[in-house]
């Protein structure tokens, strides 16, 4: 399998199931894959909307082939089956006098929310990984404490409500790849007149861009290996326990030792990378979706880790070699997250022993409509 492209088919298939219900346009048309992912890619000229047919020609095509899928699937009645988000999108749409048509043309940016900022991370995460063979032992040694016999035979279920407190290194891996990958900005506004270390004023009406890469990846904030992947930054060397900040998201590495020493990095630094760490936004503004960001990444990878062998794959198609990062990108206007420059072929089989297994997962007590508990299986 090429990996990249594996997982984009995965997350948009299975994200277009959990919005719009089992049938859906995705599972109507597999095209609507690269649909999605052309609408990513030409999504700042399609913002302009400058002759988008020519300025964003394969962008706007997606949007526009997409959008009568939709209209047949308002049409159909099939937004019965649809998630509480779509169906509540739907409803305020119309209060408002929006058409079918209207509604439908921009449902194609609901999946490309739903996946083009998941599928990177994921994408960068599995590959630094396997990258490192004696972090992914730890990390199936710890996912295996959360890891149950299901009810039926050959089943095994993954308490995902479970992962955050009792999987310190896979959360504080998936923090180090949030810290890697994502980017886009946040934008403010200045309220009032603001001095900023006594140097800096910012007038009031002014506009204020908030790079999150540029302080994700800064040497003074993270130190002279701030570009390489390193989980352990963010654990308390003491306890192995990950450390978090009081607005949900990590802190970057409150508790961890220097790599200059063993003394502790002082409160100050601590701060200093609290406030540089912005993946889902800061202060009063954050992403509501930052907590099903963390489900879906971590639960998945964390059941590929457990269950599953990767391998690298050279050009002859022979495995055998260790799976390698490729080169990220250059990012374009409207990017939430770093794709990588090319893909990577791989090759995935279970484990020893793991063969035939049936993967199910509890999500934990919800406040659906059902009011119920959340459960769901795979393969």
Avoid at 144 to 158: A, P, S, T, W, Y
Avoid at 237 to 247: D, I, L, V
Avoid at 332 to 358: A, C, F, N, Q, Y
């Amino acid at each position: 399998k090429m990996m990249f492209e594996w997982l984009r088919g995965f997350y948009t298939t299975a994200s277009a199931e959990a919005l719009y219900g089992v049938e859906n346009p995705v599972k109507w048309d597999k095209r609507f894959i690269q649909w999605v992912w052309d609408f990513e890619k030409d999504l700042g000229p399609l913002a302009m909307d400058f002759y988008p047919s020519l300025t964003a020609r394969k962008g706007h095509h997606a949007r526009t082939t997409a959008q009568p899928f939709f209209e047949s699937y308002y049409a159909q009645g099939l937004l019965s089956n649809a998630s509480a988000f779509v169906k509540g999108r739907e409803r305020c749409a119309r209060k408002w006098g929006l058409t079918t048509p209207e509604i439908s043309k921009a449902e194609i940016s609901i999946l490309f929310a739903a996946v083009t900022n998941t599928v990177p991370n994921v994408f960068y995460m599995l590959c630094w990984i396997f990258e490192r063979p004696e972090l992914v032992e730890k990390l199936r040694r710890e996912i295996g404490g959360i890891v149950r016999k299901g009810e039926r035979e050959e089943e095994m279920v993954l308490d995902i409500a479970g992962l955050r407190e009792n999987c310190p290194l896979l959360t504080a891996c998936f923090h180090e790849s949030l810290r890697l990958v994502k980017t886009g900005f946040s934008i403010r506004m200045v309220l009032e007149d603001t001095l900023l270390a006594d140097q800096y004023l910012l007038k009031k009406g002014a506009i204020v861009q908030i790079p999150t890469g540029v302080l994700q990846a800064d040497r003074e904030t993270w130190g002279n290996d701030a570009g390489v992947f390193d989980p352990y930054r963010w654990l308390d060397q003491t306890s192995n326990s990950f450390s978090s900040s009081e607005n949900g998201t990590a802190n970057g590495g409150a508790e961890t030792a220097e790599k200059s020493g063993d003394t502790f990095k002082s409160k100050e630094k601590r701060k200093l990378q609290n406030s540089a760490f912005i993946p889902f936004g800061g202060g009063k503004n954050l992403c509501p979706g930052r907590h099903l960001a963390y489900n879906e990444i971590a639960a998945f990878v964390a059941v590929v880790v457990f269950g599953f062998d990767i391998e690298g794959v050279d050009k002859d198609g022979k495995g055998g070699g260790v799976l390698k990062a490729p080169e990220m990108a250059t990012n374009r206007l409207g990017d939430g997250s770093t794709s990588p420059k090319g893909d990577v072929g791989i090759r995935i089989r279970r484990r020893e022993g793991w063969k035939g297994t049936m993967w199910g997962f509890v999500v934990g007590e919800g406040e659906g409509e059902d009011g119920g508990k959340g459960e769901g299986e795979g393969a």
